[in-house]
T-cell receptor, first 108, second 113 residues
Framework: RKEVEQDPGPFNVPEGATVAFNCTYS??????FFWYRQDCRKEPKLLMS???SGNEDGRFTAQLNRASQYISLLIRDSKLSDSATYLC?????????FGSGTKLNVKP | EADIYQTPRYLVIGTGKKITLECSQT?????MYWYQQDPGMELHLIHY???????EKGDLSSESTVSRIRTEHFPLTLESARPSHTSQYLC????????????FGSGTRLTVV
């Protein structure tokens, strides 16, 4: 079983839509969680960390559910520039595990 | 402004050549990593290091080797390049405080012909 699982998508949404991604992780002892964004042929870049109480950064909201072992990312008012692959990342004892990514296409 | 640097950005090389991909970071991070990623595919960890003179193989078997003689430098070497090594190689680093995640370099896109 993979450490981190994500729906690969693609999610095709119109501009202005709200879209949500989920990610599940297998190790209940995982310590820290992140969402990364990767544009085509570029390196992944940290989008936001995910805290137990949930956290928001502008149009982006991340939540963690330890009981069910999943994290989520909500994007409100989608922009064309949000089109990218979103990677879920989980840290277990100093090793980072990456999901395979969820592709988002925001259309005009 | 990047704090982790990879060179070269692109490399096209013939089969059988020895190559070294460079990775340097200026953040004083102890932990450094090499990932391999094919276009549209997931990242695979091939090597990591938790400090000077520490190197470990990752989850994906690789014919490459690494060294960590200085904290800031983590080069990856292929003794004899083959077309199957064609891929993007991403270097990353992180602090011991794992709440801050990784910082990635911009990658080396390797093509072996």
């Amino acid at each position: 079983r993979k450490e981190v699982e994500q729906d690969p998508g693609p999610f095709n949404v119109p501009e202005g839509a709200t879209v949500a991604f989920n990610c599940t992780y297998s190790n209940s002892a995982s310590q820290s969680f992140f969402w990364y964004r990767q544009d085509c042929r570029k390196e992944p870049k940290l989008l936001m960390s995910v805290y137990s109480s949930g956290n928001e950064d502008g149009r982006f909201t991340a939540q963690l559910n330890r009981a069910s072992q999943y994290i989520s990312l909500l994007i409100r008012d989608s922009k064309l520039s949000d089109s990218a692959t979103y990677l879920c990342v989980v840290n277990n004892f100093n090793k980072f595990y990456f999901g395979s990514g969820t592709k988002l296409n925001v259309k005009p | 402004e990047a704090d982790i640097y990879q060179t070269p950005r692109y490399l096209v090389i013939g089969t059988g050549k020895k190559i070294t991909l460079e990775c340097s970071q200026t953040m004083g991070h102890d932990k450094m990593y090499w990932y391999q990623q094919d276009p549209g595919m997931e990242l695979h960890l091939i090597h990591y290091s938790y400090g000077v003179n520490s190197t470990e193989k990752g989850d994906l078997s690789s014919e490459s080797t690494v060294s960590r003689i200085r904290t800031e430098h983590f080069p990856l070497t292929l003794e004899s390049a083959r077309p199957s090594h064609t891929s993007q190689y991403l270097c990353a680093s992180s602090d011991w405080e794992t709440n801050y995640g990784y910082t990635f370099g911009s990658g080396t896109r390797l093509t072996v012909v």
